[in-house]
């Protein structure tokens, strides 16, 4: 594949996944009055900080779905059905058995698990916490197996149809709390429950429709390997290591900041960040589609190209944090003028958000290409680290310092300048050995 080739495959899946963000952000956005109308500001920091509790059971697939991914799309690639079968039935059989495993053992315990107390809220929400958990628990446990879809799809190139998928089951919960909303009445049980179930009907939805027209790949007993299973899980180990770092520094936020201040204080954090997370949103979807492309150009020694890229996307970067800082002006006013006054948001959240963000931008491209190229385990040290000091330091700075959600984002600042230097680090070393490999290739054809 020539660069302008590449390059173009690259624009075309940005502009198809740009699209359906604006999709997303717009139903996100129109989401948080509705249900806040619905729900008073404490509930609803209650709700999300539940919605990042059920985050981390996302680790329960031990790497299968991005090990499914990459080995269903190497099978597609050389049209081997039988082998894309096994892959397939290996990774749904396998992920059934976890998610029962896992049902098995909430249901067991559910009779002795104190909601109020892991969410800290009013022991008056007890029972409501009690009937809501039992479905949101069950309605997460079977979306969590028919999200597998999602991986099919992307193996397939049809990465547009894994993000639509998201984006239905989202604006199906907006459109059904938002006609309902008269009737709900402060209930947090009803408000988790659509917004649980819409999702899930969504992806069984398209989960009958997939495999109603691709038979050949679906899942069987018969089909079922552990030669499969094991080939997903040693590829998906890696991408597992790394999800935990996400789990536990995106999704335990929530859960944190209702420890070390009150869940009161988890509405304006989320808020503040749902509008700076634009900026990362953007920035993956326009730095997503270069993972394979970086791969491609690696390994036919294009490292032309790939100098080219990092420039202009290193432009980007910058470019992006002016922007940033524009809108730290303009985050309090905007807040403000869209929630109609109902929820106040300090200066240093916002103004901490921005440099996390800022900072966040400077490595994401360099870890797209370090994926691409397969240097995943040199990135898993940083990764490991930052996992197991992320919580003490936060309950530390935060907690015993009494410096809340703002030490909670310091701690968050501090370990994310770590891949700002390392990364970058990383990659010109990778392209060092690759030019040596290069040229011992060359000096070899010579003679």
């Known amino acids: 594949m020539r660069g302008s ?44 900080t539940i919605t990042s509790f059920l985050s981390w059971f996302s680790l329960m697939d031990l790497g299968i779905g991005g090990g499914l991914r990459q080995r269903l799309n190497q099978a597609l690639a050389i049209n081997d059905q039988k082998k894309a079968r096994e892959l397939v039935s290996s990774a749904y059989f396998s992920l059934f058995a976890i998610v029962s495993f896992v049902g098995l053992i909430y249901f067991s315990i559910r009779p002795f698990i104190k909601w109020e107390k892991v969410f800290n809220a009013p022991a008056s929400m007890s029972g409501e916490l009690d009937s809501l958990m039992l479905y949101v628990v069950l309605f997460f446990l079977l979306r969590f197996l028919l999200q597998l879809i999602n991986p099919v799809y992307v193996a397939h190139s049809r990465t547009a149809f894994a993000s639509l998928n998201n984006f239905l089951g989202s604006l199906l919960s907006l459109s059904i709390i938002y006609l309902l909303s008269f009737k709900l009445n402060q209930s947090l049980f009803w408000v988790g429950f659509i917004y649980s179930s819409s999702p899930l009907f969504v992806y069984l939805m398209v989960t009958i429709v997939f495999f109603t027209y691709h038979r050949h790949l679906m899942p069987s007993l ?158 898993v040290v940083l990764t490991i680290i930052g996992t197991v000091l992320y919580v003490p330091l936060v309950l530390l700075l935060g907690k015993f310092f009494s410096l809340g959600i703002v030490g909670l984002l310091m701690v968050q600042i501090f370990m994310s300048l770590g891949n700002v230097f390392y990364l970058p680090w990383l990659y010109k070393k990778s392209l060092k050995i690759r030019e040596k490999e290069l040229s011992l290739a060359e000096v070899e054809n010579i003679g």
């Not at 624009?11 to 249900?35: C, D």
Request: hydrophobic letters at 55%; proline letters at 3%; charged letters at 10%.
């Open 5 to 48: 080739a590449r390059s173009l495959n690259v624009k075309k899946n940005v502009y198809m996944s740009f699209g359906l963000m604006i999709l997303s952000n717009i139903v996100q956005f129109m989401f948080v009055p509705v249900v806040i109308d619905c729900i008073n500001p404490l509930r609803y920091g209650i709700w999300l």
């Open 222 to 379: 018969s089909h079922f390997r552990v030669t499969a299973l094991k080939s997903m899980m040693n590829l998906g180990l890696l991408i597992f290591v790394d999800q935990i770092s996400v789990i536990v520094v995106i999704s335990s936020t929530n859960l944190l900041i209702s420890h070390i201040t009150s869940p009161a204080f988890v509405t304006p954090y989320s808020i503040t960040n749902r509008i700076f997370v634009l900026f990362i949103t953007i920035y993956e979807i326009a730095a997503r589609p270069l993972v394979p492309a970086f791969a491609d150009a690696y390994f036919k020694g294009d490292l032309a190209w790939i100098r080219r890229v990092m420039k202009k996307f290193n432009l980007i970067t910058l470019s992006a944090v002016f922007l940033i800082c524009g809108t730290v002006f303009l985050a309090k006013p905007f807040i403000h003028l869209w929630l109609k006054g109902k929820v106040e948001v300090s200066w240093s959240i916002v103004i901490l958000v921005a440099v996390y963000t800022a900072v966040r931008l400077q490595w994401n491209v360099y870890s797209k290409y370090l994926s691409g190229i397969g240097m995943i385990k040199q990135t």
